[in-house]
């Protein structure tokens, strides 16, 4: 059974460009959730969706946005990137949304210069 | 909103040493409490979890975790700890059961000397 995938793995963006990262879940899960994993702040919830309806949002600005398709990929999109936004971003995905254990994909590591 | 602490962020210990993390979390409601490890070059796993039942739990590679409610604690143990061991460990905890939203600590950083 394949796991969680996450693409790209590694990409290197410059200050004000966009970024948009992708995650598979395993297959049959529907909820998607994304973290954010830095060496000062650990990991961060970003945001979850389930249905292609988002059902929560972390602490961050509007610049950080995503989204699901009906065959529950997701993506997420940060734009006018900051070099704060220098981070390993996780996707992990569940059966349903509530409470669940979370399977984690390795990660996209995102580099602003 | 709930939170977790962790502390003794670095942690070093010879091979066969008993390994105790603390997890302390904020939270007035019934929770779901995991610890998750990040080895080496590798994506975040689950070690163990706590949803319901015996405070108790025992997870992968021979730990594990008891749940103290009068303490908001779930501190992780490992009797022996191997080399491999070596990792970033992850107390998590969701007090809102309608969402997947977890809260993490900041983690502990477990080096295991040969």
């Known amino acids: 059974k394949a796991g969680v995938t996450q693409t790209p793995r590694y990409l290197i963006k410059t200050r004000g460009q966009q970024v948009t990262l992708s995650c598979s879940p395993i297959s049959g899960h529907r909820s998607v959730s994304w973290y954010q994993q830095t060496p000062g702040q650990g990991l961060q919830f970003l945001f979850e969706?389930?249905?292609?309806?988002?059902?929560n949002k972390g602490n961050f600005p509007g610049r950080f946005s995503g989204r699901q398709f009906s065959n529950s990929r997701s993506e997420m999109n940060v734009s006018t990137l900051e070099l704060g936004d220098s981070a390993l971003y996780l996707c992990a995905s569940s059966p349903i949304s509530g409470a669940n254990v979370l399977t984690f994909g390795a990660g996209s590591r995102l580099t602003v210069l | 909103a709930q939170s977790v602490s962790q502390h003794n962020h670095h942690v070093i210990l010879s091979e066969a040493a008993s390994l105790e993390l603390g997890c302390n979390y904020s939270y007035g409601g019934t929770v779901n409490l995991f610890w998750y490890v990040q080895y080496p070059g590798q994506h975040l796993q689950l070690l163990l979890k706590?949803?319901?039942?015996?405070?108790l739990v025992k997870g992968i590679k021979g730990f594990e975790a008891e749940f103290i409610k009068s303490k908001f604690s779930f501190n992780l143990r490992k009797p022996s700890v191997q080399w491999s061991d070596t990792a970033e460990y992850f107390c998590a905890v969701i007090g809102d059961y309608g969402n997947n939203r977890l809260a993490f600590g900041k983690g502990n950083q477990v080096v295991v000397i040969p």
């Open positions: 706590y949803f319901s039942g015996d405070p």
């Open positions: 969706y389930f249905s292609e309806t988002q059902r």
